[in-house]
Nanobody, 124 residues
Framework: QVQLGESGGGLVQVGDSLRLSCAASGLTFSTSVMAWFRQTHGKEREFVSFIKKGGTTSYSDSVKGRFTISRDNAKNTVWLQMNSLVPEDTAVYYC??????????????????WGQGTQVTVSS
């Protein structure tokens, strides 16, 4: 059974930083694409970043230059370092895994496995 568990969310001020973690089990983590998405109430889930098994990364334009995704295959963990946070970053952040690395990696529908989400709130 695949399990993804996010942690690290919270309430911060504009300009602060947060580091989200996602611990994975039940899948071959080292060969999976790992991604972060976010969602606010009433909106569709939005792509944030992904990292391929070889370390190739991609970011949405709204977070590029502020967020950094990384992974440790020995720890089955992926992180999202979020700097210079702004109120527009407020959302529930979800970790996702795609064992096949097939499909459109910025699309939520590509990912069969999801975590429960962690709330990030940026207060002005």
């Amino acid at each position: 059974q695949v399990q993804l568990g996010e942690s690290g969310g919270g309430l911060v001020q504009v300009g602060d930083s947060l580091r989200l973690s996602c611990a994975a089990s039940g899948l071959t983590f080292s060969t999976s694409v790992m991604a972060w998405f976010r969602q606010t109430h009433g909106k569709e889930r939005e792509f944030v970043s992904f990292i391929k098994k070889g370390g190739t990364t991609s970011y949405s334009d709204s977070v590029k230059g502020r967020f950094t995704i990384s992974r440790d295959n020995a720890k089955n963990t992926v992180w999202l370092q979020m700097n210079s946070l702004v109120p527009e970053d407020t959302a529930v952040y979800y970790c996702a895994a795609d064992p096949s690395e097939w499909g459109i990696l910025r699309a939520p529908s590509t990912y069969p496995f999801w975590g429960q989400g962690t709330q990030v709130t940026v207060s002005s």
